[in-house]
């Protein structure tokens, strides 16, 4: 969603537009040492430590999703279950350094995907979110709400030609520009996140919106001006900055809802922003998780996806 999805029905006078398989893989463990007993030691085999069992495969980006309620909530929890070591392994070798590794990308990918799928059914999103686990099922119902909401702001556009991506900062220093951001003027980091995710996907999208907003935070240039404290438009610190001061003169951190809605003056934005932080509150995890996001274009053939493995373009 984001920006891409929601270029088209942005109000001129808003000031903004818009990771197991190899954590899967568990250390058999024999058994060892010494017969304290005095008896015969054990075998060599038993000695041996058993081997890992085979990894499992990734999703296939493009990959087929189930129709019905029952497959959709298999997927859903197999999803969850490889996703968090997935990116609890990443989280250790420092985001801020390396690259997510395909296991995340590649699961993230098919949580999304799954959750657009249910976003635009209501009824099958009731009957999937109803098979499912309590903690995948409050997950669940947030982001595809998010997910619909953004959609409800989508126009339909069929030039992929105008939109203009590229490669994200890393993670790692994403959060630490929201944290930073958040600290300094009292905004909750999450908040910070949440919007940079709804509106450039972390930065891959990099053309202008159809009002002229720019940079990862999508700031109309008069506006940044205004709150941009002297930085640069395009850069993301200096662009998460320019947006918590904004949230900060707009009434946040006592009234999120107020500032957010001065953001962007539409409840279905205010609403998906509060989920994806909510859900971001909640599970550290997923910031990591929604940093893989990929960006869709809603076009009149359906969704088109435009970044990550397997893009349609």
Not at 166 to 181: C, I, M, N, S, Y
Request: charged content about 25%; aromatic content about 8%; glycine content about 10%.
């Amino acid at each position: 969603m984001g920006i891409v999805a929601c270029v088209n029905r942005m109000s001129k006078r808003r000031y903004f537009a818009l990771t197991a398989a190899a954590v899967l893989l568990v250390a058999g463990c024999g058994g060892g040492g010494d017969d304290e007993s005095g008896g015969t030691p054990p075998s060599p085999a038993a000695t041996t430590p058993a081997p890992s069992p085979p990894a499992a495969p990734l999703p296939e980006p493009n990959g087929k999703l189930a129709k019905d309620p029952e497959g959709l909530a298999a997927d859903l929890e197999r999803t969850h279950r490889a996703l968090g070591p997935a990116v609890d392994a990443w989280v250790r070798s420092d985001p801020g350094r390396t690259g997510p590794p395909d296991a995340v990308v590649h699961l993230a990918l098919r949580q999304q995907r799954l959750y657009r799928v249910l976003a635009g059914d209501s009824g099958l999103e009731r009957r999937t979110i109803a098979r499912l686990s309590g903690a995948v099922a409050g997950q669940t119902r947030d982001n595809v709400t998010a997910v619909a909401k953004l959609r409800e702001l989508a126009k339909p556009e069929d030039d992929l030609g105008k939109f203009r991506t590229r490669e994200p900062p890393r993670a790692g220093v994403l959060l630490k520009h929201f944290k930073d951001a958040g600290k300094r003027f009292g905004i909750d980091w999450r908040v910070l996140a949440a919007i940079m995710l709804v509106e450039t996907k972390y930065g891959r999208v990099k053309s202008p919106s159809w009002a002229g907003a720019q940079g990862p935070m999508q700031f109309l240039p008069a506006t940044w001006r205004q709150f941009g404290m002297g930085g640069d438009i395009h850069d993301p610190r200096d662009a998460v900055m320019g947006a918590a001061n904004y949230l900060e003169s707009s009434g946040a951190p006592d009234d999120y809802r107020r500032a957010l809605h001065a953001y962007n003056p539409t409840p279905l934005y205010v609403e998906a922003v509060q989920r994806h932080a909510r859900r971001m509150r909640k599970d550290p995890r997923a910031f990591y998780a929604y940093y893989n996001w990929q960006v869709f274009v809603v076009t009149t053939r359906g969704d088109v996806r435009i970044t990550g493995p397997g893009a349609r373009r």
